[in-house]
């Protein structure tokens, strides 16, 4: 008791060397587990997503490539596919198809269009407002209308796929209809419209309205200034002018979601897609991402073992520091000599300091892993969404 009472008594007196340790030997014992759960919680994540999409339609090149810009939005290019591709699966009747057009952003976050069954196959409705339901409308996700401040009846405008577009393709000005709930995945950072309203922001489709004379000539004739237009806007009085140019089955898309109809209709389908001279492929998200966990973790074991290298390096030096403190009280220990107390007595001492500082270092270590894990899924969704 009385080395206890002594130890503690000098820890307290060098509190800040004392607080220093207690820091270090929390980080060196909390990493390790709090990187297993924030890796764990990854794996879970993105495992789920795929898992939750069967089957994915697109260009033949890389199977990655497909998944990850289908499945999370990732700003992955796969050459598109066109409506062909999509009706020949309507056709087969095995399974729904549903389009995905990825190609441009709007503030920073992706621009996604579909159709209002990808809701339903998310399982999915507007926490406020409603599903689009004419051309120019969208949806937000949860963290693009927190982050930017916006809800129904607001709206934003569509980034230009190239500064340099020779062909008077404008930004096409979106109204928000409804907010998504919150959901954890790569929903809550897009956001959603019709795949004609992408289609019109690509230039496919267009609409007619007069413009305001920039300059007249003598014999009457108009001409429009560059700078005239900003964006497109598509309102109720030219909604009707809008049409599209080309054979509807030649238009873009990113990819296409295929929910086949039972186990059955998915082996089928996905055997129509087997030939390699077929410049279309089918895959599958959940053996795609269960291969890129697996070589994750595998990298993941290589980290382990560097901070293992790195915590006995730590721990080395918290216990040279030890070392040279008490070094540094020698004379205090050689006037406790002279009191009376024993070698017994001068090496409680030492171990009262080191169980202290362990068991502080611990209870830290215990503190930083338990609000890591009550918060883990909260955390996985922030990395991901880095």
């Not at 830290?364 to 922030?382: F, M, R, T």
């Amino acid at each position: 008791m009385n080395a206890l009472y002594l130890a503690f008594a000098h820890l307290r007196w060098s509190w800040a060397r004392s607080l220093l340790l207690v820091a270090v030997g929390a980080v060196i014992l909390a990493v390790p587990l709090i990187s297993q759960t924030l890796l764990r919680g990854s794996e879970a994540a993105l495992t789920a997503r795929a898992e939750a999409t069967p089957l994915v339609l697109g260009s033949r090149g890389s199977r990655l490539d497909l998944a990850m810009s289908a499945v999370y939005f990732s700003p992955d290019r796969p050459d598109p596919v066109t409506m062909a591709a999509l009706e020949a699966v309507w056709d087969t009747r095995l399974g729904l198809p549903i389009p995905l057009h990825t190609a441009f952003e709007t503030g920073g976050a992706r621009i996604v269009g579909t159709s209002i069954d990808y809701f339903e196959f998310r399982g999915v409705a507007p926490a406020r407002g409603r599903i689009f339901g004419v051309l120019g409308e969208a949806v937000l996700g949860a963290r693009v209308a927190e982050r930017q401040g916006l809800g129904p009846g607001d709206t934003v405008i569509s980034s230009p796929e190239n500064l340099f577009d020779l062909d008077g393709v404008y930004p096409l000005e979106l109204r928000v209809t409804g907010v998504l709930p919150p959901t954890g995945t790569p929903d809550d950072d897009v956001v959603f419209t019709d795949v004609k309203t992408a289609w019109v922001i690509a230039g496919i489709g267009h609409g007619h309205e007069d413009a305001i004379p920039a300059a007249e000539a003598e014999d009457g004739n108009v001409t429009a200034d560059a700078a005239l237009v900003e964006y497109t806007t598509i309102t109720e009085a030219n909604i009707d002018s809008f049409h599209f140019h080309g054979a509807p089955e030649s238009y873009p898309l990113t990819a296409v979601i295929v929910v086949p109809d039972d186990a059955r209709a998915g082996t089928i389908l996905r055997g129509r897609y087997l030939d390699p001279g077929n410049p279309v492929q089918i895959v599958v998200p959940a053996e795609i991402v269960a291969g890129l966990v697996e070589r994750i973790f595998r990298i993941a074991t290589l980290l382990d073992a560097v901070t293992l290298v790195i915590g006995i390096a730590a721990l080395a030096a918290m216990g040279l520091a030890l070392f040279l403190s008490w070094r540094m009280r020698a004379p205090e220990m050689a006037t406790a000599w002279r009191l009376g107390a024993g070698r017994g007595m001068i090496a409680a001492l030492a171990l009262a300091e080191i169980a202290i500082l362990l068991g502080a270092a611990i209870c830290l270590a215990a503190i930083l892993v338990i609000a890591v894990q009550s918060h883990g899924d909260a955390l996985v969704a922030w990395l991901l969404a880095l």
